[in-house]
């Protein structure tokens, strides 16, 4: 375990096996449909790879990067910073995102890609953090639902660390110095 974590909430193999289920569900779920995931980056990366490779139909990837200024002045503006390269017109549309916590970040994705004209629009997220919700936004498939906890790895960071670990774990109380949960 990293020095900075006091608790490993979700093993690697735990990720595993909830997403070789989510892919299952999802390949049953849109078989003959035209289905496209698209990932939120950074956090989606490992996830989105390995939900990807566990569905077993025909998929289209591609992803959007958002910023959001959730600092102590939390004003839950959000910005795109990379948008999408392929037409999502007529298509289903699965978004994947890492954790939703209170909700605003997805609230943002669900308005801006329904003005496109996707034929169906979901949300597919690792985590769900749902103690902290601001926007009731709807989920489609959880990988694991989690107390109010910080918590990184498998892609996801504080300051753009420890997103490399193969597990989700949560961060000690010094390495956590000045984080606010429910941001
Ligand atoms: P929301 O808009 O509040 O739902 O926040 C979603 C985004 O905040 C996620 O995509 C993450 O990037 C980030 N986030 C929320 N909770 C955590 C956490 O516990 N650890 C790391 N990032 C988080
Ligand atoms: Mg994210």
């Given at each position: 375990m990293h020095k900075?974590?006091?608790e490993i909430l979700i093993s690697g193999s735990?990720?595993?096996a909830g997403?070789?289920?989510?892919?299952?569900?999802i390949s049953e779920d849109y078989a003959g449909r035209a289905l496209t995931l698209v990932g939120v980056l950074k956090g989606c990366v490992f996830f989105m790879a390995d939900l990807a490779k566990n569905i077993s139909i025909d998929a289209r990837l591609?992803?959007?990067?958002l910023s959001s200024y959730s600092g102590a002045q939390s004003t839950g503006v959000v910005r795109t910073i990379l948008d999408l390269k392929e037409n999502i017109e007529g298509r289903d549309v699965l978004i994947i995102e890492d954790i939703v916590d209170s909700g605003l970040t997805m609230n943002y994705m669900l308005q801006n890609l329904k003005t496109r004209g996707p034929k169906s629009l979901e949300i597919c997220t690792l985590?769900?953090?749902?103690?902290?919700r601001k926007a009731n936004v709807p989920?489609?498939?959880?990988?694991?639902?989690?107390?109010d906890k910080f918590v990184v790895g498998y892609g996801l960071d504080y300051n753009e660390r420890y997103r490399n670990l193969p597990y989700i774990g949560v961060l000690t109380k010094e390495a956590i110095e000045g984080i606010k949960t429910c941001r």
């Open positions: 900075d974590l006091q735990e990720l595993n997403i070789k289920k989510l892919g299952a569900r591609d992803f959007m990067m985590l769900d953090k749902p103690s902290c989920i489609r498939y959880t990988g694991f639902t989690i107390p």
